[in-house]
C-alpha cells in the first residue's frame, strides 16, 4: 500500500537557519504530494503541495519539489523563524485516498 | 469561508462509556474525513464520504466505531465502548472533488479515556 516516510525529529534550529525536512513517497501511480503545518493547539493546514513530477509547491518561503526519479518530496526553508516552531506532516493523495507520515517537529530558538 | 467545524474540542471519558464527535464541513464539499491521530503518529484514516455515502471504512473498527453523514453534510463519529487505546485526536476534514485534492481539517477533538 501506499506509504510515507519522513525524517525523524525532533528538529532545533537557531533563527535564520536553513531547514531541510526529508520525506520519500512509496505509491503506485501518481499521486499529488502535500505538506501540512499542526501549530499547537490547532488542527492541520495546508502549507504546499504539487500535483505532478518536476512542479515546485512554496508557500510562506517554504518550498518543495516533486522528484519523481527519487519519490521524494524535501521541505526546505532558507531562513527559519521562532514562529515556524510547528509539527509538520508530509502525505500523498491518490484516488482521493491521503496518507500521511508521522510527522516532524520543528522548534526554532532565537 | 467558514472552516471545517467540530465539537467538542476536548472529552474525558471512562473506558467502556460511549462518546460521539460531531462534524461540518465546508459548504459545498462533497467528501468528508474522519481521522485518528494518536500522539507523536501522523492521521489515520477512519472513514471517507462521498455525501452520504462510505468510500472507505477499512481501517474503521467496526466492532466499536460508527459514523454517519445522513444528509450528505455533517457527520457523527460514535465510539462504544471506548477503550483506553481510542485516546487520541480525532479530526475531520472535508474536500471538493473538483477543486484538488487537499483536505480542509478542523481543530479536532481531543478525547481522552481513563
Known amino acids: 500500500g501506499d506509504s510515507v516516510t519522513q525524517m525523524e525529529g525532533p528538529v532545533t534550529l537557531s533563527e535564520e537557519a536553513f531547514l531541510t525536512i526529508n520525506c520519500t513517497y512509496t505509491?503506485?501511480?501518481?499521486?499529488?504530494l502535500f505538506w501540512y503545518v499542526q501549530y499547537p493547539g490547532e488542527g492541520l493546514q495546508l502549507l504546499l503541495k504539487a500535483t505532478k513530477a518536476d512542479d515546485k509547491g512554496s508557500n510562506k518561503g517554504f518550498e518543495a519539489t516533486y522528484r519523481k526519479e527519487t519519490t521524494s518530496f524535501h521541505l526546505e526553508k532558507g531562513s527559519v523563524q521562532v514562529s515556524d516552531s510547528a509539527v509538520y506532516f508530509c502525505?500523498?493523495?491518490?484516488?482521493?485516498?491521503?496518507?500521511f507520515g508521522d510527522g516532524t517537529t520543528l522548534t526554532v530558538k532565537p | 469561508e467558514a472552516g471545517v467545524a467540530q465539537s467538542p474540542r476536548y472529552k474525558i471519558i471512562e473506558k467502556r462509556q460511549s462518546v460521539a464527535f460531531w462534524c461540518n464541513p465546508i459548504s459545498g464539499h462533497a467528501t468528508l474525513y474522519w481521522y485518528q491521530q494518536i500522539l507523536g503518529q501522523g492521521p489515520k484514516l477512519l472513514i471517507q464520504?462521498?455525501?452520504?455515502?462510505?468510500?472507505?471504512d477499512s481501517q474503521l473498527p467496526k466492532d466499536r466505531f460508527s459514523a454517519e453523514r445522513l444528509k450528505g453534510v455533517d457527520s457523527t463519529l460514535k465510539i462504544q465502548p471506548a477503550k483506553l487505546e481510542d485516546s487520541a485526536v480525532y479530526l475531520c476534514?472535508?474536500?471538493?472533488?473538483?477543486?484538488?485534492?487537499?483536505?480542509?481539517f478542523g481543530q479536532g477533538t481531543r478525547l481522552t479515556v481513563v
Open positions: 476534514a472535508s474536500s471538493h472533488p473538483r477543486r484538488g485534492t487537499e483536505a480542509f
Open positions: 505509491a503506485t501511480g501518481y499521486p499529488s
Open positions: 502525505a500523498l493523495n491518490r484516488a482521493g485516498k491521503s496518507t
Open positions: 464520504f462521498q455525501n452520504n455515502g462510505v468510500v472507505d
